[in-house]
């Protein structure tokens, strides 16, 4: 390092796509953009203990992010993750400024983009509402044909009842030699 390297202090930003596992073993992905910078109080310190700003943001800033968000994502199910955004967002920034604190960096902001279960999982949702879809119609055509069968019976009860009553109409009624 010559006397005259400078190091950036200005606000550095980050995006980085992460797959994390939920509560219930489904894949969340989701793209972590993160803003931060090096406190300009301690840069020599950045200088002696890491180099570089890019070994900061590579060796640090990065890893943390993800651990962070991998942790807070662990607690919540699928559906609570995508469904409770602004909460896992807060929690994941309580999570990573302690995580950051023992480091020369201040973290200035961050936000979770494109928050979606992974392919896989999207596939399977897919799957079973194409399976539940299927199974529905299948009851419907089921309940369908019962009822057209309950027709069936009916109308051909309707038919022998008929016949029952004629039989017996017939052999009640007098024959015509009777009637003279």
Not at 134 to 158: D, F, P, S
């Amino acid at each position: 390092n010559q006397p005259w390297d400078c190091m950036d202090v200005k606000v550095q930003i980050f995006q980085r796509q992460v797959t994390a596992a939920t509560s219930n073993i489904q894949d969340l992905n989701a793209r972590l953009a993160v803003q931060w910078r090096v406190n300009p109080l301690q840069v020599p310190r950045v200088r002696r203990e890491f180099g570089t700003l890019e070994a900061i943001a590579k060796g640090i800033v990065d890893p943390k992010a993800e651990e962070s968000f991998k942790t807070v994502s662990s607690t919540r199910t699928l559906d609570m993750a995508i469904g409770e955004r602004i909460k896992l967002k807060s929690d994941w920034e309580r999570i990573i400024k302690y995580n950051l604190r023992p480091y020369p960096v201040e973290l200035i902001g961050l936000d979770v983009v494109n928050l979606a279960p992974s392919k896989k999982v999207s596939d399977a949702i897919e799957t079973k509402q194409v399976a539940e879809q299927e199974a529905l119609a299948a009851t419907y055509k089921a309940t369908a044909k019962k009822n057209e069968a309950l027709g069936v019976i009916k109308e051909a009860r309707g038919q022998a009842e008929a016949n029952r009553l004629k039989a017996c109409l017939l052999y009640t009624s007098p024959s015509p030699r009777d009637r003279t």
